[in-house]
């Protein structure tokens, strides 16, 4: 067993059986997510339309996308020509 990992026993084992179920889901949630979506679409290649962009229409997994578009949006500069 690595040092890492006994680390993160020793951790876990200070946390409540509540803290342990939420950790133990966020986990399974994650590894659900990896392996369902990676390595099954193909990489967005530069110098390409946005029609590739397509393919990812209607993916977003998360509760966040507001914030994210805010973000997106207040990170944006007027562009130069």
Known sequence: MTKLLEQAIA???TLSE???DTIASLILA???????TLGKRLPIKRGKTG???LQLAGTWRGDDLEE?????RGDR???QF
């Open 11 to 13: 951790q876990l084992k």
């Open 77 to 79: 500069s007027q562009a």
């Open 68 to 72: 994210c578009l805010e973000v997106v």
């Open 18 to 20: 509540e803290e342990q």
């Open 51 to 53: 029609r590739n962009l």
């Open 30 to 36: 994650e590894m659900e997510i990896d392996s369902s």
